[in-house]
């Protein structure tokens, strides 16, 4: 998953590059880039490139792809401290209800707390971007 992720956002960063113009109709200035962006949706602070019609199917896969793995990473974490279950024919731990005893244990099940909220951010925006989509779709038919 991180590499994946990895070569999306240097994906994302090569085609908000070439999406630059500079006076065309259609385009929305970005006072962050200070550049005229063709069909600009808006500017993701977090990967710092503006996100267009060009790149668009990139950041939603990108969004998908990262909370995805950050899912994992907090069934990982949180089943390191509280075992639990396979559950999914055996490909998912799920973990068990505790609250451990020792201070890295505990760091560690508040890192899987913290991934899994990251997690369920991103999958919002995620789900935001698809319901964009679909609108789109559906007002050109």
């Known amino acids: ?3 994946l992720s990895l070569y999306l ?6 085609e908000g590059r070439r999406r630059k113009i500079s006076g065309e109709e259609g385009g929305r ?16 602070v977090w990967l710092d490139v503006c996100i267009s ?10 969004l998908f792809i990262v909370s995805i793995t950050l ?14 279950t396979l559950a999914g024919f055996g490909l998912v731990v799920v973990p068990g209800l505790c609250w451990p005893d020792g201070q890295t244990n505990r760091t560690i ?5 913290y991934a899994g909220v ?14 964009k989509r679909c609108r ?3 007002r050109r038919s």
């Open 71 to 84: 899912l994992y990473l907090a069934l990982i974490m949180s089943s390191a401290v509280c075992p639990g």
């Open 53 to 62: 019609q060009s790149n668009i199917t990139t950041f939603t896969f990108f």
């Open 29 to 44: 200035y970005c006072r962050i880039c200070d550049y005229m962006i063709f069909k600009k949706d808006h500017h993701c």
């Open 1 to 3: 998953g991180g590499c």
């Open 9 to 14: 956002y240097i994906r994302l960063k090569r």
């Open 109 to 113: 099940l508040v890192g899987a707390i």
């Open 118 to 131: 990251l997690c369920v951010l991103l999958f919002s925006m995620f789900l935001v971007q698809l319901y």
């Open 136 to 138: 789109q779709s559906r």
